[in-house]
């Protein structure tokens, strides 16, 4: 059976909200983390059949395909081609799997996979610009007009699978505490490509890990969606900045890049 080889892997650290990374073009930051990723690996990115990268929302910045506008702002040649994916959250994962799936299937050597999002830049709705209908008047009909956020969303899921508040917070605590852990004994450092900011700075840490947050402060936190909800602030994901890629390589080509 054909395989598809993972044979590098970076991110840049993930920034909050009008945090660290959010004076940096999307475009800019993308190419950083390719640069990041061909430099860790050796390669030079002439070899790169392809570029896949996922990214949401698809305007202003991120607009016209920014695969492409990425690795030609990183230097790449202009023989590398670029595509975006959108499959909403899961749009970096879908990148990823499309290169596997490429190489397993014979029509990529190298190629690499991974997204942006630069959410303070460019956010939640931004492709909805100027009064954008996404959801047709048939599609509207067959949900007869009931269509729920991604809030109410993850209220309904939380209720089907007996989901509390309890268990969501205490969730959401221990996450960040293995987070800053890990941060703290470097684990991440080996991963993670420095960023430069808007003013030539490094940018080395993931933003918005929640240091020693009781439990009762989370208790204290109003539900976001419905009154009696169990989402909140405290235990849902934040807005965040970031790009992340991957290099994938056929066992043929690898062992003749050696």
Not at 146 to 171: C, H, K, V, Y
Not at 237 to 248: K, M, P, R, T, V
Request: charged fraction near 20%; aromatic fraction near 6%; hydrophobic fraction near 40%.
């Amino acid at each position: 059976m054909a395989e598809a080889v993972i044979v590098e892997a970076v991110r840049s650290p993930v920034g909050k909200r009008n945090g660290a990374l959010s004076g940096v073009h999307p475009a800019d930051l993308s190419a950083q983390v390719l640069n990041g990723l061909a430099d860790k690996a050796g390669i030079d990115p002439e070899i790169v059949d392809d570029v896949i990268w996922g990214c949401v929302m698809q305007a202003g910045e991120q607009a016209l395909d920014i695969a492409r506008t990425s690795l030609l702002t990183a230097g790449w040649p202009e023989t590398v081609p670029g595509v975006t994916v959108d499959r909403q959250c899961g749009s970096s994962q879908q990148s990823v799997h499309f290169a596997a799936a490429g190489v397993v299937a014979g029509h990529y050597d190298v190629v690499v996979a991974g997204g942006v999002e630069s959410m303070s830049r460019t956010p939640m709705g931004s492709s909805l610009a100027n009064g954008g209908r996404p959801y047709s008047q048939t599609f509207l009909e067959r949900y007869d007009g009931r269509i729920p956020n991604q809030g109410l969303g993850a209220e309904m899921i939380a209720e089907q699978w007996g989901l509390s508040r309890t268990m969501l917070d205490e969730f959401s605590l221990m996450s960040h505490e293995k987070e800053a852990a890990a941060q703290d004994s470097g684990a991440f450092d080996d991963q993670i490509v420095g960023i430069k900011d808007q003013d030539g700075n490094p940018v080395l840490k993931d933003e918005g890990i929640r240091r020693g947050t009781p439990m009762e402060k989370m208790a204290a936190l109003k539900p976001a969606f419905k009154e009696d909800g169990v989402i909140h602030a405290g235990n849902s994901s934040q807005i965040s900045d970031g790009s992340a890629a991957l290099l994938f390589m056929s066992p043929k080509r690898l062992s003749r890049w050696g």
